[in-house]
């Protein structure tokens, strides 16, 4: 967290006067890349002591090697109590893959598996993680309005493109430029439904945790066009729906 510092020459004298503001902690957004076991690579920012992919998972695989099964049926989707992935609305257009990743239900990401999808040093954050990010955030300036308490760090998180954008002041969608402050380019990715119905690109992203609520839910983190803030979902979180997923470099 920084003071704000303004230079004022007068008179041939410099006069600096440092400010009760607070100006965001800049991240790191040269924190070298990530390669998957299917050689896709992925950028990475630092934010606090943190490094994240700027990016969405989009591998097909396990890291050893055994395919991720994908479902494209619409009632097998719904009925999965086990790993599978999807790409929205089953597409097959490579830039799209390579822009928002794939939706994977939580089974494939659960860390009592033996299967794995994070490459070595990596992982898939749990909830915990999640909240020192957010935490970070807030107190270092990053909220829209420049404050260090309340949860309005979803601007700082978004990217500045591809976010529907008819939305109130100190949202994402509200003046996309000064969104991404992070560098952790979040996409309105949308997820899957119970239905495996594709929903909600465009508008909102959602990114699963590691952590278990229950037999049917787990924790996941949520951004929306027309929010200011990052918020934690559990509710719509089950597990056999599809959710993007962002991956934390091992301490």
Known sequence: MKKLLFVFT??????????GGYAPVKADDNAGTVTDIEVNVYQTVKIGNQVWTT???RTTKF???SAIPLVTDKAAWGGLSAPGYCFYKNTINADHIKKYGALYNWYTINPASSKKIAPNGWHVPSDAEWDILQNYLIANGYNWDGTITDNKIAKSLAAKADWRTDANQGTIGNDLSKNNKTGFSALPGGYRDLFGDS??????????????????????????????????E??????????SVRLVRDN
């Open 10 to 19: 007068v008179v041939g004298c410099t006069l600096l006067v440092i400010t």
């Open 55 to 57: 990016e969405n998972l």
């Open 63 to 65: 890291t050893d090697g």
């Open 199 to 232: 929903n909600l690109i465009g508008i909102s992203g959602g990114w699963w945790s590691t952590t278990s609520l229950d037999a049917k839910r787990a924790c996941g983190r949520q951004l929306s066009f027309d929010c200011e803030y990052f918020y934690r």
């Open 234 to 243: 559990s509710s719509r979180y089950y597990k056999y729906c599809g959710y």
